[in-house]
């Protein structure tokens, strides 16, 4: 409880707390004020979703699904039926437990929280993939990480590089909730891409503290992620020159510089 209490922010009108599950996965659940209702993101188990609804008397009113993934759905049928919850997710990726399909620019409302959301089409990691936007928060699912970016499964690297573009044309300081703990091994990577950006040595240290302690390195920040993220840098001098030393050729493109240190990254 005092993990959750700890890093809850006090002045959104609602709060947002990690659930963790399975070995790195964070469920986001969005509690309102008064402390009565919750939303949750990609519940790849329904135990720790059930173990937090109890221990905060909560009622589960929706459940929002970013893509298709196990870890992101499994305990999605069960929360349903024992909560008769909504669940909303993308049109394009198979789900069969969805009450509401919805696609990029689909925009919706959770009342009983007084959240207005816009659905972002950020496909690639798989064919249907989407982020829940509601001013201030991205819930992004598998595309962004921090310091990272999803695996391609079912998309192309321009497909990914065009999803990880509408991301960044958000505004600077929307929170980032991702989906996985993945900051610091993220991290060693762009280190090495860009050895001499010193966000990233100190964002290192900041993380391995926080890890040691037991937190989440999530949400992180549009803004932060603009400064330490070597995938929303393609354009930076030595994270081009780093990719084409990778790719043995010049890369004329920040396209083809992120196609690049996708290949770099999934062997490293
Ligand atoms: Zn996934
Ligand atoms: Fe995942």
Redesign the pocket.
């Known amino acids: 409880m005092t993990f959750l209490t700890r890093i809850a922010p006090m002045s959104s009108a609602i709060q947002v707390y990690p659930i963790p599950a399975l070995t790195d996965n964070y469920i986001w659940a969005m509690v309102d004020r008064s402390k009565t209702h919750a939303l949750i993101v990609d519940p790849g188990e329904a135990q720790p979703v059930n173990d937090f609804l109890t221990e905060y008397q909560l009622s589960l009113v929706g459940i929002l699904l ?4 196990f ?2 759905t499994n305990g999605v049928e069960e929360l349903k039926l024992q909560h008769e919850a909504i669940v909303i997710g993308p049109n394009k990726d198979g789900i069969e437990s969805l009450t509401k399909a919805v696609t990029g620019g689909s925009k919706f409302t959770i009342t009983s929280l007084g959240l207005k959301f816009i659905v972002l089409d950020i496909g690639a ?2 064919k249907g ?1 989407i982020g829940f936007y509601t001013p201030g928060k991205l819930f992004c ?2 595309t962004l990480f921090s310091a990272g970016c ?2 391609i ?1 079912e998309g192309t690297a321009s497909q990914m590089y065009n999803s990880l573009c509408k991301i960044t044309s958000l505004p600077d300081d929307t929170l980032i909730y991702c ?2 703990e993945y900051t610091l091994a993220n991290l060693r990577f762009a280190h090495v891409v860009e050895p001499s950006n010193e966000k990233i040595e100190s964002y290192i240290e900041r993380v391995t503290t926080l890890r040691k302690q037991g937190l989440p390195t999530l949400p992180s920040s549009l803004q932060l992620e603009k400064e330490i993220n070597p995938f929303l840098r393609c354009d930076k001098p030595e994270v081009i020159a780093s990719a084409e030393s990778y790719a043995g050729h010049r890369l004329k493109k920040a396209e083809e510089v992120f196609k690049w240190l996708r290949k770099w990254k999934d062997g490293f």
């Open positions: 970013t893509h298709h993934h870890d992101h990691h798989t993939h699912g598998d999803g695996r499964f989906a996985h």
